[in-house]
């Protein structure tokens, strides 16, 4: 047990083994939460800078394997950098854009559905359906309040716009910088940590390369397999805006659990708006079936080889992001517990090795530049 100056471990001294081993995990404890909580109280007051530099690390390990694919090709590593972040622009960009025109298309004809549907439930329904068609003539009135909103807050409308301008553009020359100089890291780590701790500081990057590469890899085959039975679900139902509809899917795959939630309800709405009550009931039919192969196979099948993350410590994370910084919290909950994790699980693997006297294994996580 350590010795505190001037003798005071004798406090302790009176205290059975058991009490002093409890004491000491219960400091131990409340100094991981105290780092924590500093380190998320920078990351939430610096959010213009951390949260850029959040989305570019998970770009970066989702987009890694282009790079030695390009540099295979002939392709020098700046170039291979500069295309591959090209092709992430067109990308994203034309999916939000296809997600935006086919709700803008839809607008109008799910605030007159919402409230045909609210009349025929208060007909049929009695006294239930007259509070059901009050809550479902709040959800029409949603859009016009949105309205009028944006015609009194043009100002700071545009303030936000340029924020989130401003946040897209660093996080995408950050990505191209991890992508050009990732193969750099270790020797980074070194300089930055001088000494015998540095191979500590490396084996930790690593984990955390490995556990956000796991996260946005295993997210990303679930989220484009979701997308496509989603899509292919709604054509055969004549829905229009199928395909900005699966990638609103897509994206909301990120977010476990509510994305699907309220990709899955935006759906089901644009189908109401469109095609009436028997449509959107189709359609929140392949929802559910689609959700369902995730959850009991895909999730299983492909996180269990990605994410050592038990589900209730993703639901926390997501929670507890999503308390602290809103959908942005909620979409970086779970990468960052993952890597959280990965760190934990490295320190303590090389304090077993430390107490044993053998030396500590480096893990099989992948680097920046593929090796």
Avoid at 78 to 91: D, F, Y
Wanted: net charge negative; proline share 4%.
């Amino acid at each position: 047990m350590a010795r505190f100056p001037g003798g005071g471990d004798r406090l302790f001294a009176g205290l059975p083994a058991t009490a002093r081993k409890v004491a000491a995990w219960c400091a131990m404890a409340l100094l991981a939460l105290g780092v924590a909580a500093v380190v998320i109280y920078i990351i939430v007051q610096l959010r213009a800078a951390t949260v850029p530099l959040i989305l570019a690390l998970l770009g970066a390990v989702l987009l890694q394997p282009l790079m030695p694919w390009l540099m295979k090709l002939g392709v020098s590593r700046t170039l291979a950098a500069g295309l591959t972040c090209g092709s992430l622009l067109v990308l994203v960009g034309g999916a939000v854009a296809v997600l935006v025109q086919s709700l803008a298309d839809s607008a109008g004809k799910i605030t007159v559905a919402l409230a045909e549907a609210g009349h025929d439930l208060a007909d049929h329904l009695g006294p239930l359906g007259e509070r059901l068609q009050s809550a479902v003539n709040g959800m029409s009135d949603v859009g016009s309040a949105v309205a009028r909103s944006a015609a009194s807050g043009v100002l700071s409308g545009l303030n936000l716009a340029v924020q989130v301008l401003g946040g897209a553009v660093l996080a995408l020359a950050l990505v191209y910088f991890f992508l050009r100089d990732g193969h750099r890291g270790d020797d980074f780590a070194r300089q930055l940590v001088p000494g015998s701790p540095a191979e500590t500081a490396v084996a930790c990057g690593r984990r955390v390369y490995a556990a956000l590469a796991g996260f946005m890899r295993g997210t990303t085959l679930i989220a484009v397999i979701d997308a496509l039975f989603i899509f292919i679900g709604l054509v055969i139902l004549d829905v229009p805006g199928a395909a900005g509809l699966a990638a609103l899917v897509f994206m909301g795959a990120y977010i476990p659990f509510v994305g699907a939630f309220l990709s899955g309800t935006v759906a089901v709405l644009v189908a109401l708006g469109a095609s009436g009550v028997s449509t959107a009931l189709w359609t929140l039919g392949v929802v559910v079936a689609v959700q369902a192969i995730e959850g009991n196979i895909l999730q299983p099948f492909i996180e269990s080889r990605t994410v050592s993350l038990h589900p209730a410590t993703v639901m926390i994370a997501v929670a507890a992001g999503a308390g602290i910084a809103g959908v942005l919290g909620a979409l970086l909950g779970v990468p960052i517990a993952a890597a959280g994790v990965g760190v934990v699980e490295e320190l303590w693997s090389r304090s077993d090795a430390a107490r044993a006297g053998t030396a500590p294994e480096d893990g099989d996580a992948e680097h920046l530049d593929g090796h």
